[in-house]
């Protein structure tokens, strides 16, 4: 059967060789509480659809309209699988229970690289999904750009003590990268980006480097709140 777990997932888990994140929009405050809702009942009244589906993960987003959805996947052969034979029967028993719910579509990542320290046991107040497009694909790019920021965050000569962890991932279609980073809280993330020099961006060579890389098409920054985990029994 399918349980909840109040336990944030493991990014860099081994195991997971298909990490895919997703997000829906759904509109109010109200209506992201009644879709968390109706997706954990949902599954909590199934049983746990595959063995290669390792965790699934909700998150509400703080602009109050949007869901962000992360599983963990052995592979994408067991998620085709689940699509064929469990995907459907959640997803209309979750849009008889909230209506006219707008997904926006399933980006497929591997992850690549992370960065913690092994020892800190601070449970995120935040998530930060900052998501990076360039213009075509190219995986070595994407790596080298990745590097380059690991590079300028241990550069610098006071990070921000709000941040826990950062968690990078890169697109399968070689445009994107997508870095899953934690935080004791949404203001911590906040006061970080508005002080330069203090954890985010600062003003030098490294980050301008990052900032300016060839082929950069664009980037957003949106920040969540982990709502709901599921996981086998």
């Known amino acids: 059967m399918s349980r909840r777990t109040d336990t944030h997932p493991d990014l860099a888990r081994p195991e ?7 997000t829906w929009r759904v509109g ?31 998150y509400t987003g703080q602009d109050g309209s ?10 994408e052969q067991a998620y085709e699988a689940f699509v064929r034979t469990h995907r459907q ?6 849009d008889t229970a909230v209506p006219d719910i707008e997904r926006v579509g399933l980006g497929r990542y591997r992850h690549y690289r992370s960065l913690r320290r092994p020892d800190d046991t601070r449970v995120p107040g935040c998530v930060v999904i ?31 003590p709000g941040g826990i962890s950062a968690h990078f991932h890169l697109g399968v279609d070689g445009t994107r990268v997508l870095n899953y980073a934690e935080w004791e809280s949404a203001q911590a993330h906040a006061d970080a980006l508005a002080a330069p020099g203090d954890g985010v961006g600062s003003a030098n060579e490294a980050w301008d480097r990052v900032q300016n890389w060839p082929g950069l098409k664009g980037s957003t920054v949106s920040r969540y709140e982990y709502a709901l985990g599921l996981v086998p029994e």
């Open 16 to 22: 997971v060789g298909a990490p895919f994140f997703s």
């Open 28 to 58: 109010t405050p109200l209506r992201q509480k009644q879709t968390v809702e109706a997706i954990g009942v949902t599954w909590e009244r199934r049983a746990w659809p595959s063995d290669g589906l390792l965790g699934y993960y909700v």
């Open 66 to 75: 949007t869901l962000l959805h992360h599983s963990q996947w052995r592979s």
């Open 89 to 94: 029967e959640r997803v209309d028993e979750i």
């Open 130 to 160: 900052v998501a990076i497009e360039f213009e075509g694909p190219d995986p070595a790019r994407q790596r080298a750009w990745v590097d380059a920021v690991l590079e300028a965050l241990a550069a610098e000569p006071n990070p921000h």
